[in-house]
T-cell receptor, first 115, second 116 residues
C-alpha cells in the first residue's frame, strides 16, 4: 500500500508556544488529507479536511485559528497548533487519499504533550 | 450525518478460536464504503478489510471476513483462528461514496484481547 509519513512522532512543547506537525505522502499524490485527534482510549475524531491548494474545511467545534492547516502541495500537509495549552495534549493522526483509491492511508501519528 | 456504533468496548478470545466484532451504522446514502481498521499498541492505523456497499458479496481477507447486512445497516467482523498478533483496538468506519465526502466516521472501537 501507499506510504504516509508523519513527523515528528513525539513532541513536547511549552504552554503558549506553537508546534508544527508534517504529513507527507511518499509515493503518491494526495488530493485530500485529513487530520484526526485521538484522546486516550477513545476513537479518532476528524478535525479537518484539506485539499491541495484550497482552504481546509474544519469540523464543527474545531478552532481554525488554533489548529492551522496548510496543504500547499500534493504531497505535504501541515498542522500547526498555535499558542498550545495543556488541554491540546493529544495524539494527532493524519491520513491521505487520492481520488482513485478506495481507502485512505494513515501516518504513524504524533503524540503532543504541552507542559 | 452518519453515525457508527460499536457496542462491544472489549472482547476476548482464546488463541486459535473465532471471534466476531459488531458494528452498526446509520446513513441516508445508498452508496458508501465500510472499513475495519486495527490499531495495535504502536497506534498505527492498519486497514483490515473493506466493503463496498453496492457489492452483495461479503469481503474476505485471509482469516478476516465480514457479514454485511445492508438493510439492517450491520457490518460485523469475524476473525478466525485468532492469533496473538490480532490483539489491538478495532475500529469500524464509514465513508461516503460521493465525491467530496470521503471523510471517515469511526466507531468508538473494540479492544480485542487474545488469551494464550
Amino acid at each position: 500500500g501507499a506510504v504516509v509519513s508523519q513527523h515528528p512522532s513525539r513532541v513536547i512543547c511549552k504552554s503558549g508556544t506553537s508546534v508544527k506537525i508534517e504529513c507527507r505522502s511518499l509515493d503518491f499524490q494526495a488530493t485530500t488529507m485529513f487530520w484526526y485527534r485521538q484522546f486516550p482510549k477513545q476513537s479518532l475524531m476528524l478535525m479537518a479536511t484539506s485539499n491541495e491548494g484550497s482552504k481546509a474545511t474544519y469540523e464543527q467545534g474545531v478552532e481554525k485559528d488554533k489548529f492551522l492547516i496548510n496543504h500547499a502541495s500534493l504531497t505535504l500537509s501541515t498542522l500547526t497548533v498555535t499558542s498550545a495549552h495543556p488541554e491540546d495534549s493529544s495524539f494527532y493522526i493524519c491520513s491521505a487519499s487520492w481520488a482513485y483509491y478506495l481507502e485512505a492511508f494513515f501516518g504513524q501519528g504524533t503524540r503532543l504533550t504541552v507542559v | 450525518a452518519q453515525t457508527v456504533t460499536q457496542s462491544q468496548p472489549e472482547m476476548s478470545v482464546q488463541e486459535a478460536e473465532t471471534v466476531t466484532l459488531s458494528c452498526t451504522y446509520d446513513t441516508s446514502e445508498s452508496d458508501y464504503y465500510l472499513f475495519w481498521y486495527k490499531q495495535p499498541p504502536s497506534r498505527q492505523m492498519i486497514l483490515v478489510i473493506r466493503q463496498e456497499a453496492y457489492k452483495q458479496q461479503n469481503a474476505t481477507e485471509n482469516r478476516f471476513s465480514v457479514n454485511f447486512q445492508k438493510a439492517a445497516k450491520s457490518f460485523s467482523l469475524k476473525i478466525s483462528d485468532s492469533q496473538l498478533g490480532d490483539a489491538a483496538m478495532y475500529f469500524c468506519a464509514y465513508e461516503g461514496a460521493n465525491f467530496g465526502n470521503e471523510k471517515l466516521t469511526f466507531g468508538t472501537g473494540t479492544r480485542l484481547t487474545i488469551i494464550p
